[in-house]
């Protein structure tokens, strides 16, 4: 029996427009609810860009949020995961100089924040997956925030292969970089990841992993998709993912994961 689903957001739940069919979703989420079953959104998204698509079920579902560094209950940060900030500091001055990389976002816990100088084309690709963007003169200046992701736009994945190589060999131990789709790649501490922010929830909860039915279909859902047998891989999924996943789901704009959970309330019924 399923008593908890652990949803990514783009290129899973959402289309590729960055919509969602909202009257289908409250259709199955009233399905969820009635079920007491655990509703958690987990992405590499801001908090507050997710909770945004949400609003008023903030007691309803659980937010794992910049792929596993932060974790909301019931509107309330529960555990938190961040880097040094001089840490940070030093990371940024590699990716800006050595690598020439200009389009970075640093995730804090109260806002992310940009460059001021930073392209309009860059603000409006971030605003997919960030809500409370501030900009900075220089991100040395921002002094009471704790940092938990940076993340960069890369649009070759060439130069995405060169720079994660590149970045964990030079920060060995300390960083690790992954890919979440969309020409994005994130750094995050090493030990943090969906699955480990979900296993910790299951674990306050009481629930199973094969009581947990999970939907990814990038390479920073690897772990929370290996948690489970009731493991859904996206009809457009990275190769690597699709090597973890015991299932496939119909595409992100069929709206396949609603298919899928649908399928699963029907049997338990």
Same mark, same amino acid.
């Given at each position: 029996?399923?008593?908890?689903?652990?949803?990514?957001?783009?290129?899973?739940?959402?289309?590729?427009?960055?919509?969602?069919?909202?009257?289908? =979703?409250? #259709?199955?989420?009233?399905? !969820?609810?009635?079920?007491?079953?655990?509703?958690? +959104?987990?992405? /590499?998204?801001?908090?507050?860009?997710?909770?945004?698509?949400?609003?008023?079920?903030?007691?309803?579902?659980?937010y794992v949020a910049e792929n596993?560094?932060?974790?909301?209950?019931?509107?309330?940060?529960?555990?938190?995961?961040?880097?040094?900030?001089?840490?940070?500091?030093?990371?940024?001055?590699?990716?800006?100089?050595?690598?020439?990389?200009?389009?970075?976002?640093?995730?804090?816990?109260?806002?992310?924040?940009?460059?001021?100088?930073?392209?309009?084309?860059?603000?409006?690709?971030?605003?997919?997956?960030?809500?409370?963007?501030?900009?900075?003169?220089?991100?040395?200046?921002?002094?009471?925030?704790? =940092?938990? #992701?940076?993340?960069?736009? !890369?649009?070759?994945d060439n130069i995405v292969n060169? +720079?994660?190589? /590149?970045?964990?060999?030079?920060?060995?131990?300390?960083?690790?970089?992954?890919?979440?789709?969309?020409?994005?790649?994130?750094?995050?501490?090493?030990?943090?990841?969906?699955?480990?922010?979900?296993?910790?929830?299951?674990?306050?909860?009481?629930?199973?992993?094969?009581?947990?039915?999970?939907?990814?279909?990038?390479?920073?859902?690897?772990?929370?998709?290996?948690?489970?047998?009731?493991?859904?891989?996206?009809?457009?999924?990275?190769?690597?993912?699709?090597?973890?996943?015991?299932?496939?789901?119909?595409?992100?704009?069929?709206?396949?994961?609603?298919q899928v959970i649908e399928r699963?309330?029907?049997?338990?019924?």
């Amino acid at each position: 029996m399923i008593k908890a689903i652990a949803v990514d957001k783009d290129g899973t739940l959402f289309k590729s427009n960055h919509t969602f069919d909202e009257i289908y =979703f409250e #259709k199955i989420f009233e399905g !969820i609810t009635k079920r007491n079953i655990k509703f958690i +959104v987990a992405s /590499g998204n801001q908090y507050a860009q997710l909770r945004s698509y949400f609003p008023g079920k903030e007691a309803q579902i659980t937010y794992v949020a910049e792929n596993g560094a932060v974790t909301y209950v019931d509107d309330t940060l529960v555990s938190s995961s961040h880097f040094d900030q001089q840490l940070t500091f030093d990371i940024l001055q590699t990716i800006m100089v050595d690598y020439n990389i200009s389009d970075v976002i640093v995730s804090g816990i109260k806002s992310a924040y940009v460059k001021s100088d930073c392209s309009d084309e860059f603000m409006n690709f971030i605003t997919n997956y960030y809500y409370d963007i501030e900009k900075v003169e220089n991100f040395s200046d921002i002094k009471d925030d704790q =940092f938990v #992701k940076v993340a960069m736009r !890369i649009k070759d994945d060439n130069i995405v292969n060169q +720079v994660k190589t /590149g970045l964990e060999s030079e920060y060995a131990h300390e960083i690790r970089a992954v890919t979440s789709g969309a020409e994005s790649v994130d750094l995050i501490l090493p030990g943090v990841n969906k699955g480990v922010a979900i296993q910790a929830l299951l674990n306050q909860w009481g629930i199973e992993q094969d009581e947990l039915l999970a939907f990814g279909d990038a390479n920073n859902d690897l772990e929370m998709l290996a948690l489970t047998t009731h493991s859904y891989a996206m009809a457009k999924c990275s190769p690597e993912l699709e090597k973890i996943a015991q299932h496939r789901a119909p595409s992100n704009d069929e709206s396949g994961v609603l298919q899928v959970i649908e399928r699963y309330l029907k049997q338990q019924d």
